[in-house]
Nanobody, 117 residues
Framework: EVRLVESGGGLVQPGGSLRLSCAAS??????????MYWVRQAPGKGLEWVSR????????DYADSVKGRFTISRDNAKNTLYLQMNSLKTEDTAVYYC????????RGQGTQVTVSS
């Protein structure tokens, strides 16, 4: 069973930056061999896939809405996934989750990101 714990959210002005982290643990879960994902849920909307990264970080994809502004990375030695978010927009306001798939089937409790002036 995997346990995912997100952190790093907060309130930021448009144009600002945040760095999210996701600590993964659990018996039978080997972080270093898994694709990992970030998904988000804006108020009143469904889950939206944001980014994914393969096991060693050599294959990365982004949703068009965040491409060029967000950077996903991972540290397999620390079992931790990251999301560097720059040039934040009000429409990036959401609860952000790390997940083991793009649909957020298995995800943590999330971390709130609010972009507002």
């Amino acid at each position: 069973e995997v346990r995912l714990v997100e952190s790093g959210g907060g309130l930021v002005q448009p144009g600002g930056s945040l760095r999210l982290s996701c600590a993964a643990s659990g018996s039978g879960f080997t972080f270093s061999i898994r694709w990992m994902y970030w998904v988000r849920q804006a108020p009143g909307k469904g889950l939206e896939w944001v980014s994914r990264i393969n096991s060693y970080g050599g294959n990365i994809d982004y949703a068009d809405s965040v491409k060029g502004r967000f950077t996903i990375s991972r540290d397999n030695a620390k079992n931790t996934l990251y999301l560097q978010m720059n040039s934040l927009k009000t429409e990036d306001t959401a609860v952000y989750y790390c997940s083991t798939d793009r649909w957020g089937t298995t995800r943590g409790q999330g971390t709130q990101v609010t972009v507002s002036s």
